[in-house]
Each structure stands twice: as structure tokens, then as C-alpha cells.
């Protein structure tokens, strides 16, 4: 039985699992879990996971939240190859070290930067004041040259000659605020071009898949048309902002 992966592609660690699982011919069920429709938070979902945030995998009676935690369930169940997760010591070392600050530093501020630019103006009806997005602009940019300076530095990849899980998940992470339309590329050629070889290892079909949503993010007031605005998206918002 494949595994089971609990997904919505507008989340970023969702699509790392996904062009995961499927840039190693893993076999899986898409299951979606729509988000913006508030799905983690019905009883189907709760019965998977009472954290309430996807991605999920199933793997028969084993579920594993986290992300990072079930990329490294399949590295080492699917014996993926060794590029992803270095068995040499000093390669997984720095695998680990991007996995471990990423989650304060590029994920942080770059949701931030998506969620004020797309997601509060559609919540409040409102902009968000020029001083408070300038400052999380500044940290994500901040974030990105520590990226490129220390992480990246002149190699293809972070560890050096291959793609790593570390890759991976720092790409779903910069195109979460660059599907807002911040062109975070334009003036960064040296990230630019580890994006396209990035994707180019993926494979840009699974890549565009993955990023469709996101990309087209300009969309989601039809969304929200269809489906309204769920309540918990307000308070989320007033719990993570205020
Ligand atoms: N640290 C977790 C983060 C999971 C997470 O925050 N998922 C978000 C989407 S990116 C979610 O499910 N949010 C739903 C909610 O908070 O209502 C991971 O890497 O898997």
C-alpha cells in the first residue's frame, strides 16, 4: 500500500514532500486537505492529527508529522540516493545546520512577507502600514543574503556538487513570498541560478506543478469568494501579528 501524504500545495513544507516524493518515484495518495476551506480543523483531519497542520503522512498505522521529520522517514524507508541526506558526516552536518535555522530565518520571514502582502489585505480589507512591511521585507532580504553568503556561498548546492533536502525545502520557502509578485530574484543572479538547478533536478514539470497555486496566489480572492472567509483565518491572523 503506498504511503499516504496529507497535503495542500499552497503550504510550503507540503511541497517539499510532495516533489520529495515525487522527484524519487515514491509511490503515494495525494490526499488534500484544503486549507483555506479550514479542512484541518474538521473532525476527518482531527482523527490524522490533532497539531492540525499539514503535511501528514501515513505509512499503514504510522503517522508522522513535520515535515523535515517525514523526509527523513524517506530517505531512509525508501533508501533514496545518498545526495539527499549525506551518509558523510561533514555533508549531513550541513544539511542539518540549513534544516535547523531555516525555520526562524527563510520560513519565518517569508511567510510573513506572503502573509502580509496576499493574506491580510484579503482578511482586514486593508493594507498593511508601509513601516511594518518594510521591516519584514528587510528580514526576509536579511535572511536571503545569509542564504547566499554562508549557505550557498559559490557552490551549485548547499553541499556542494548535489541537491540535498536542504535545496529543497529552502526553495518551497523563497517561493512562497515571490508567488505575492516580489521579485526576489531579479537582482540575485547567484540565487536565480540555483533555483533553475534546483528545479531542474526536481523536474519542472513536478516543480510547476507544485508551485501553480502559489504562483498564482493573485487568485486567491476568488477563492475565498467561493469558499468565504473562514472564521479561524481572522484569529489566526490576530495571533500571529498582533
Ligand atoms: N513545522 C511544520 C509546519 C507545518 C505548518 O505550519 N503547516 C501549515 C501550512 S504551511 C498549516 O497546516 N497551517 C494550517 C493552520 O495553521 O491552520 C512542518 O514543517 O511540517
Same mark, same amino acid.
Given at each position: 500500500?503506498?504511503?499516504?501524504?496529507?497535503?495542500?500545495? *499552497?503550504s510550503q513544507?507540503? =511541497?517539499?514532500? *510532495?516533489?520529495?516524493?515525487?522527484?524519487?518515484?515514491?509511490? *503515494?495518495?495525494? %490526499?488534500?486537505?484544503?486549507?483555506?476551506?479550514?479542512?484541518?480543523?474538521?473532525?476527518?483531519?482531527?482523527?490524522?492529527s490533532?497539531l =492540525?497542520?499539514?503535511?501528514?503522512?501515513?505509512?499503514?498505522?504510522?503517522?508522522l508529522?513535520?515535515?523535515?521529520?517525514?523526509l527523513?522517514?524517506? #530517505?531512509?524507508?525508501?533508501t533514496?540516493?545518498?545526495?539527499?541526506?549525506?551518509?558523510?558526516?561533514?555533508?549531513?552536518?550541513?544539511?542539518?545546520?540549513y534544516? $535547523?535555522?531555516?525555520?526562524?530565518?527563510?520560513?519565518?520571514?517569508?511567510?510573513?512577507?506572503f502573509w502580509?502582502?496576499?493574506m491580510?489585505?484579503?482578511?482586514?480589507?486593508?493594507? #498593511?502600514p508601509?513601516?511594518k512591511?518594510? $521591516?519584514?521585507?528587510?528580514?526576509?532580504?536579511t535572511?536571503? %543574503?545569509?542564504?547566499?553568503?554562508? @549557505?550557498?556561498?559559490?557552490?551549485? @548546492?548547499?553541499?556542494?556538487?548535489?541537491?540535498?533536502?536542504?535545496?529543497?525545502?529552502?526553495?518551497?520557502?523563497?517561493?512562497q513570498?515571490?508567488?505575492?509578485?516580489?521579485?526576489? @530574484?531579479?537582482? =540575485?543572479?547567484k540565487? $536565480?541560478?540555483?533555483?533553475?538547478?534546483?528545479?531542474?533536478?526536481?523536474?519542472?514539470?513536478? *516543480?510547476?506543478?507544485?508551485?501553480?497555486?502559489?504562483?498564482?496566489?493573485? !487568485?486567491?480572492?476568488?477563492?475565498?469568494?467561493?469558499?468565504?472567509?473562514?472564521e479561524?483565518?481572522? $484569529?489566526?491572523?490576530?495571533?500571529? @501579528? !498582533?
Amino acid at each position: 500500500m503506498p504511503v499516504e501524504l496529507f497535503l495542500d500545495l *499552497f503550504s510550503q513544507p507540503c =511541497r517539499s514532500v *510532495f516533489l520529495f516524493a515525487k522527484a524519487n518515484n515514491i509511490p *503515494f495518495e495525494f %490526499k488534500k486537505v484544503e486549507l483555506t476551506a479550514g479542512e484541518q480543523y474538521g473532525d476527518e483531519f482531527g482523527k490524522i492529527s490533532i497539531l =492540525r497542520k499539514v503535511p501528514v503522512m501515513r505509512d499503514g498505522n504510522f503517522i508522522l508529522t513535520e515535515s523535515i521529520a517525514i523526509l527523513m522517514y524517506m #530517505v531512509q524507508k525508501f533508501t533514496t540516493p545518498d545526495h539527499w541526506y549525506p551518509a558523510d558526516l561533514e555533508k549531513r552536518a550541513r544539511v542539518d545546520e540549513y534544516l $535547523s535555522w531555516q525555520h526562524t530565518a527563510i520560513r519565518l520571514h517569508g511567510s510573513k512577507v506572503f502573509w502580509f502582502r496576499a493574506m491580510v489585505p484579503l482578511i482586514t480589507g486593508a493594507e #498593511v502600514p508601509k513601516e511594518k512591511m518594510d $521591516s519584514a521585507v528587510e528580514d526576509l532580504n536579511t535572511s536571503l %543574503k545569509f542564504f547566499e553568503e554562508k @549557505f550557498l556561498q559559490d557552490r551549485p @548546492f548547499i553541499t556542494g556538487e548535489k541537491i540535498s533536502l536542504a535545496d529543497l525545502v529552502a526553495v518551497v520557502e523563497i517561493l512562497q513570498p515571490f508567488g505575492t509578485g516580489l521579485d526576489l @530574484f531579479k537582482d =540575485r543572479p547567484k540565487l $536565480s541560478a540555483w533555483k533553475e538547478r534546483v528545479k531542474k533536478e526536481l523536474g519542472a514539470a513536478a *516543480f510547476d506543478e507544485a508551485h501553480e497555486g502559489i504562483l498564482n496566489a493573485h !487568485n486567491l480572492p476568488q477563492t475565498f469568494e467561493k469558499n468565504g472567509m473562514p472564521e479561524f483565518l481572522k $484569529s489566526k491572523l490576530q495571533k500571529l @501579528f !498582533n
